[in-house]
């Protein structure tokens, strides 16, 4: 292959399917000698990509389009990677006129697997999907995990107090939608069953149900809802001796740290979307076979049928028993 290649990594959002974007990244600038690999994003993602080695420069989308044409124009890349394929990057590539490849995202099958309950997309991991739109570069998986770079020095003593410091385990309890988490009940009855501390994470879209469950289970829960960065959340689960979390993107950021996860699905499945854990050797993909599930993509503010068994229904023993097991 030739050297020097420069070449655009196009991913606009959202937060997982970025993370799962690092390794094609990686393996573009290791594979390809003297590549110069770009990446554009909107600004909101930016921190999956801050002191990534492999990126050379970071593009944010500007507010108008045509801006961000101009300057992919005065970047002369010779070929652009579009991963996200929607009608912006179509108008990037058609008036750029740089040579290009494209995720091919299976927008009908993953459609017709929705609503007719079929498995009509094969179970391969998004990453996976990516790799197939460099391997005309000559471009393979390495096999090695996603990347996520934690930004600052952080240490536990800061973070959390003592009782928590060692051999906690991280609960994730935040997600998007609603029929991507569990129930504040549930989530105390399993705390309940876990022998370890628990140190529970998220934004402050969740810290209400945090305290709630706080309340409810005392000194063996710690809340950091709220309380802590983004960055911060991230060095907590990178010490955690187990994470238990949802379809989130802290969850899937765990993923670069290698460290055991119980991924839960509620009213969406990983396989539709390839967004199973990624290369951790100790793994757990938790959900219920119902003939209503998923109900949809990407998760819903409600569940459609009211009795949301997809979450409700989630074996309790199980998760307990992963958290336990250190």
Known sequence: MDKGLKILVIRFSSMGDIIYTTPIVRCLKQQLPGAQIHFLTKPAFKYIYDNNPYV???HLLKGSLSDTIDEIRAG?????????NNLRTALIKLKTGIKSSTYKKQTVRKWLSLKLRLKLVPPTHLVERYMQTVSFLGVKNDGLP????IKANHTLQQLLPPSHQQNYVAFIIGATHFTKRMPNSKIISICRQINHPVVLLGGNDVKANADEIEAALGPQVYNACGKT?????????SKAKK????????THIAEAFNVPIASI???????????QPYQVKDAQVIGVELPCRPCSKFGLEKCPLGHFK???EIPEQEVAT????L
């Open 322 to 325: 992963f958290a336990n097991n």
């Open 310 to 312: 997809c979450m409700n």
């Open 76 to 84: 002369q890349f010779d070929y652009i990677i579009d991963l996200h």
């Open 56 to 58: 050379d420069e970071l």
């Open 229 to 237: 960065s983004l960055d911060e959340s991230v060095f907590l689960v």
């Open 146 to 149: 996603i990347d996520y770079y």
């Open 243 to 250: 994470v238990i979390g949802f379809d989130t993107g802290l």
């Open 265 to 275: 699905w509620g009213g969406t499945v990983p396989e539709l979307l390839g967004v």
